[in-house]
T-cell receptor, first 115, second 118 residues
Framework: SAVISQKPSRDICQRGTSLTIQCQVD?????MFWYRQQPGQSLTLIAT?????????ESGFVIDKFPISRPNLTFSTLTVSNMSPEDSSIYLC????????????FGPGTRLTVL | AQSVTQLDSQVPVFEEAPVELRCNYS??????LFWYVQYPNQGLQLLLK??????LVKGINGFEAEFNKSQTSFHLRKPSVHISDTAEYFC????????????????FGQGTILTVHP
């Protein structure tokens, strides 16, 4: 399995500020994704982090609010910009290691609370 | 677009009893199906997946699921649960791309909290 770490594991932030979440994988992966799990709700895909190019966002998510970087095959960041209490969620990094076996793994998540 | 409905938000059972967690999906195309488990304060872990072939899929920890195309269901079962099975379970689907592989874009159900009582 792939070992995925996320930093920070949790944070409490003030409205209007920004937080950058890091995702580090212990081996090269084919694809990286960012998901959000709002309180009491299911996981929703935010975007696909593309190496060396702009991320691909799902409907309802925009780059200005959730800028994403992926400088190499093992690392990605997600920034939650100009935060409001509605952004309070768990943010999860997910990776797919191979194109054949559909091996997909999730990080432990970053629990964000916005006051 | 696809959607996933988990019919029970919470399922309480006693230890050693059988359990079934229900999942229905909606999609206009073929899908891959997954069950994930999230233990308290831990990340998501894959229990099992259906990509093709036999409709009965066996996973880790004694869980199994059956794909029923006509009923668009993928219910998760375990014949005898343990206290350690207490967790939240998520059903998910993804759409295969033209190459027949899944690229990690999962649509999740709302989750079912399984609580196993002694």
């Amino acid at each position: 399995s792939a070992v995925i770490s996320q930093k920070p594991s949790r944070d409490i932030c003030q409205r209007g500020t920004s937080l950058t979440i890091q995702c580090q994988v212990d081996s090269q992966v084919t694809m990286m994704f960012w998901y959000r799990q709002q309180p009491g709700q299911s996981l929703t895909l935010i975007a696909t982090a593309n190496q060396g190019s702009e991320a691909t966002y799902e409907s309802g998510f925009v780059i200005d609010k959730f800028p994403i970087s992926r400088p190499n095959l093992t690392f990605s960041t997600l920034t939650v910009s100009n935060m409001s209490p509605e952004d309070s969620s768990i943010y999860l990094c997910s990776v797919v290691r191979g194109r054949r076996n559909n091996e997909q793994f999730f990080g432990p998540g970053t629990r964000l609370t916005v006051l | 677009a696809q959607s996933v409905t988990q019919l029970d938000s919470q399922v309480p059972v006693f230890e050693e009893a059988p359990v079934e967690l229900r999942c229905n999906y909606s999609s206009s195309v073929s899908v891959y199906l997954f069950w994930y488990v999230q233990y308290p304060n831990q990340g998501l872990q894959l229990l099992l997946k259906y990509l093709s072939g036999s409709t009965l899929v066996k996973g880790i920890n004694g869980f199994e699921a059956e794909f029923n195309k006509s009923q668009t269901s993928f219910h998760l079962r375990k014949p005898s649960v343990h206290i350690s099975d207490t967790a939240e379970y998520f059903c998910a689907v993804s759409r295969p791309n033209a190459g027949g592989t899944s690229y990690g874009k999962l649509t999740f159900g709302q989750g079912t909290i399984l609580t196993v009582h002694p």
